[in-house]
C-alpha cells in the first residue's frame, strides 16, 4: 500500500497564493507518475496537473501560467505552487498516485485524503 498525506491548504484571498505538499509513504513502493486534482461543490473531480517520473508535466488549461508542479523524487513528494488564485480555483484538492507496491506490485491508484482551498475575500 502507499499512503498519501496532503498540507497546505487553507483560506486565501483572491490574487494570493498557496503551495500544497503531498508526502508518499509505505514499504518497497515505486511511483511512476503523481498529481493534483480538485473538486469544487456540485463539480465532478478534475485534473489540475501531473508530473512524470522523468519530470514531464501537464496542466489543465484553467491553471496554466498560475500553477507549477514539481516533485523531489528523495522525499517521494510532489508540490503545487497555486500564484494568482481566484474564487474559482476553490475546491478539494486531492494528491493522486500511479504506483507499484506489494504484494501484486500491479500499477494503481493511490489517493490522499484531499485538503481545502478556499479563495474568498
Known amino acids: 500500500q502507499v499512503q498519501l498525506v496532503e498540507s497546505g491548504g487553507g483560506l486565501v484571498q483572491p490574487g494570493g497564493s498557496l503551495r500544497l505538499s503531498c508526502a508518499a509513504s509505505?514499504?518497497?513502493?515505486?511511483?511512476?507518475?503523481m498529481g493534483w486534482y480538485r473538486q469544487a461543490p456540485e463539480k465532478q473531480r478534475e485534473l489540475v496537473a501531473i508530473?512524470?517520473?522523468?519530470?514531464?508535466?501537464n496542466y489543465a488549461d484553467s491553471v496554466k501560467g498560475r500553477f507549477t508542479i514539481s516533485r523531489d523524487n528523495a522525499k517521494d513528494t510532489v508540490y503545487l505552487q497555486m500564484n494568482s488564485l481566484n474564487a474559482e480555483d476553490t475546491a478539494v484538492y486531492y494528491c493522486?498516485?500511479?504506483?507499484?507496491?506489494?504484494?501484486?506490485?500491479?500499477?494503481?491508484?493511490?489517493w490522499g485524503q484531499g485538503t481545502q482551498v478556499t479563495v474568498s475575500s
Open positions: 493522486k498516485s500511479e504506483a507499484r507496491a506489494p504484494p501484486t506490485y500491479t500499477l494503481r491508484s493511490y
Open positions: 509505505g514499504s518497497s513502493f515505486s511511483i511512476n507518475s
Open positions: 508530473i512524470t517520473s522523468s519530470g514531464s508535466t
